[in-house]
Structures are given as C-alpha cells and as structure tokens.
C-alpha cells in the first residue's frame, strides 16, 4: 500500500519533476523511476489542494475516504496508513520550520524534528532486528519440532488430529507475521522520505508553491493519521470485548491472536480456515 493506493489517479504533469521522469532509463533506474512517478503523483494531489475551491476541498474528502476504505475492508493495515500519515506530517513540519527560522536547518524546531524522525527510525530498525532474530530461533524451533516429530512417528499411521499446524509453527505465527509488518513499514518509510523530498525540493517551482505543498501534505498526514487512530480504538474496542467473551473458557488474548494469525496463515496457502473436527 502506498501512494498509488491513497493518492493515485493523477497524471504525469509537467515541470522538473516529469523532466526527471522522462529522463530516467527504466532498466538501470527502476527504483528510482518509480519514485520520480510517486513524487509526481503526490505532487498534483497536493496542488490540487492548494489550488483551493471546491477541487482542493475535494482532494481532502476523497483522501478521507480512501484510507477509510482501506482500513474497513482490512483493519490491520491501521499501522500503515499511520506510519505514512506520521511521515508526511513530520517532513511537512521539518520543511516549514526549516523556511520559517534564519538559522534554516540549523533552528532549533527543525532539528527538534528531525531528531525526532531519527529516533524513530532507529526504534523500528531495532524492533525489525530483534522481530528477524526471534522468527530465526522460532523458524529453528519449528523444524527441530518437525525432525523430532517424524523420527517419533516413523511410519505409524496419522491420527485425526495430526494434520494441524505443529503447535511450535501456531505459537510463532504472531512473531512472523509482525516481522513482515516491520519489515513492510521500515520499506514504507524508506519510499516515502525520498519522495516527499523530490516533492519538497523541485526547482520548477518558487518557495512559496512549495510552502503550499508542504502546508497541504501536512494535511493530508492529518487526515491519514486520524482515520489510522479511529480504526485502532475500533479494534482495542472489539479486542478486548472478545478477550471478555473468552475468559469463561480460560482463553486469553495471546491465544485469540494466535488463532487469528493461524487462520489467517492457512487461508493465504489457500487450504482455508481450520476446521473443527467432528465429534
């Protein structure tokens, strides 16, 4: 999910940023192709809201709208539009602090932001290396369980219940699955940070059209991240309201995630939900 998903629909456009687009040979420069086409997405977005009127009012609703979409049809993907929204809010504010104080990059709100940015930058760096090493030794867990296992059995028959997931793979499937998305959000912020900064630095136009750009991307992190807030309280809501419902049968809130996480890992193999043996 990125800007295609939120932001797109726009054209090419024109000035330095479609130069540089045009420029680009696809084969050596995919990577940074791609960018150049977010960047130029993104920045007829935000001139569209700076144009004002009933099209920049526009753009701001249709925003709202899509991040609530994304966010109902899959409510885990919160996360996401959260880092991104947090991201243009913070480099919006960086580039106006930066134009607002004499001292530019050097006064003291923008390296306030700036250390800010860092910082949780290092955060999801460690959180992702620490993620990676704990579905390492899980990974290792899992097949000396499955080796184990064979050796055990040899060829005796199955019983019913052997075709489930071994219980090593059940427990570490909520580890994967936050490693994917930390590894997905640290790739997101990565992508983002240099487009917005072709965004914010393209000489076709004067200071004040770029002040109006980071004006408005601000606001379109606002709206992200309020919509992100929204469908995070929703959830803590319907979380803790299931992990009530569970506490007869003694089932907690890691096992409710678990179980979400396992169904979810088979469904993506196509085998579908587990099914309840019969009695």
Do not use: C
Request: cysteine-free; overall charge neutral.
């Amino acid at each position: 999910m990125f800007g295609e998903d939120l932001f797109g629909g726009a054209g090419d456009g024109e000035g330095g940023l479609a130069q540089q687009l045009r420029s680009l040979d696809s084969g050596d420069h995919r990577q940074v192709r791609r960018q150049v086409r977010l960047a130029l997405r993104l920045t007829n977005q935000l001139q569209a809201r700076t144009a004002g009127g009933a099209d920049g009012d526009a753009v701001v609703v249709r925003a709202r709208a899509e991040a609530r979409g994304i966010l109902q049809k899959d409510p885990s993907l919160e996360r996401f539009v959260m880092e991104i929204g947090w991201v243009y809010m913070n480099r919006a504010q960086w580039y106006l602090a930066r134009t607002e104080s004499r001292f530019g990059s050097y006064g003291l709100r923008a390296i306030r932001l700036r250390m800010r940015r860092r910082g949780r930058e290092a955060s999801m760096t460690a959180s992702t290396a620490k993620l990676a090493l704990r579905s390492l030794m899980n990974l290792r867990r899992i097949v000396s369980e499955a080796d184990s296992s064979a050796a055990a059995q040899g060829d005796a028959p199955r019983a019913s219940g052997e075709d489930e997931m071994p219980q090593a793979l059940t427990n570490a499937l909520p580890t994967f699955m936050e490693t994917f998305w930390s590894l997905t959000a640290h790739d997101i912020t990565g992508t983002l940070s240099r487009v917005i900064e072709r965004v914010l630095s393209d000489a076709s136009v004067d200071t004040a059209a770029t002040r109006a750009r980071a004006e408005a991307l601000f606001e379109l992190g606002s709206v992200l991240a309020e919509e992100a807030e929204r469908t995070a309280a929703v959830v803590a809501t319907a979380n803790s309201a299931s992990a009530s419902a569970a506490g007869s049968s003694a089932q907690t809130g890691d096992d409710l995630k678990r179980r979400r996480f396992e169904e979810a890992f088979v469904a993506s193999m196509g085998a579908g939900p587990r099914q309840q043996d019969s009695q």
